[in-house]
């Protein structure tokens, strides 16, 4: 999850929620330039007092969608932490890889952590994950995720290409924001990028015909059908009504147009993939 995520979201439950920043493009024109002067580590807690100044006290609204943010990056969080020590990665490049974008999902945890804080409220605590994806029994499909190479990276896949479908749609609401939008663009931009390092590995040591470093159709390259409803409306060819196919007399095949868009995930869909990996 990132600010621009957090923000849409949010304005999903309160659609008043720029003007009560005292408007849109002056609040967060503001906190982008607020963003240039302080140290990142105090950026969070800027943006909870934010909001905090704008509401007085956060509606419990707010502040479940910013826990709901936080839910996630624990899990993908504890699932690299757990990674780290356990898998029996090829080399020390794949190590240090996978090491640095275990350090930017810990970054994530810590800046949510703040930003609820900072606004008054209570982060949730950070629940117990079956990571094995077995609901708490603790034999679930990925029980063998940290031991075997090739099953963590299809984990791994699983979870960054559903993290980065989240995204999609999310710019919008921060068109004329200047800095605060390149600055969640960039953000993006990473996430997206730890996903084609996971599909790159993928292709590399597995040799699976036909993966990519981007989302395929509907097709997961996961065996067994365990993860495909994370790819779920991924062949889209239609986007805004126009079809990509063949668009403009070009030769555009359908598989190429579902490559060139990621499809949303809604808040009800993320939580029945995330369920399985909570310990009951």
Do not use: C
């Not at 007085?56 to 826990?67: A, C, E, H, Y």
């Not at 029996?88 to 090491?99: A, L």
């Not at 945890?109 to 629940?127: C, D, M, S």
Request: no cysteine.
């Amino acid at each position: 999850m990132n600010l621009l995520n957090l923000l849409n979201n949010i304005s999903e439950q309160d659609s008043e929620v720029y003007e009560r920043l005292d408007t849109r493009r002056k609040a967060m024109r503001e906190f982008g330039s607020m963003g240039k002067k302080l140290a990142l580590t105090a950026v969070p807690l800027a943006f909870g007092a934010m909001f905090k100044k704008a509401y007085g006290q956060m509606p419990r609204s707010v502040f479940d969608v910013l826990n709901f943010a936080l839910l996630l990056e624990y899990l993908e969080s504890d699932f690299y932490n757990a990674a780290m020590p356990s898998v029996p990665f090829p080399n020390m490049g794949n190590r240090q890889g996978f090491g640095i974008i275990t350090d930017h999902e810990a970054k994530h945890v810590k800046f949510l952590i703040a930003a609820i804080t900072g606004a008054g409220g209570k982060p949730i605590a950070k629940p117990k994950f079956d990571l094995s994806g077995g609901a708490g029994s603790g034999n679930g499909p990925f029980k063998n995720a940290f031991t075997d190479y090739n099953l963590f990276l299809a984990v791994a896949q699983t979870l960054e290409d559903t993290g980065v479908r989240a995204y999609k749609g999310q710019a919008p609401f921060l068109l004329g924001t200047g800095d605060v939008l390149t600055a969640a663009l960039n953000i993006h931009s990473v996430e997206a990028r730890h996903a084609a390092h996971v599909r790159e590995e993928r292709w590399k040591h597995n040799l699976i015909p036909g993966l990519k470093p981007w989302i395929t159709g509907n097709v997961a390259f996961v065996p067994g059908g365990l993860v495909d409803a994370n790819y779920s409306g991924e062949d889209m060819t239609v986007q805004a009504g126009i079809s990509i196919t063949n668009i403009n007399g070009f030769a555009v095949s359908g598989e190429a147009a579902t490559e060139s868009f990621d499809e949303p995930l809604t808040t009800a869909q993320v939580t029945a993939l995330v369920t399985p990996f909570l310990a009951k």
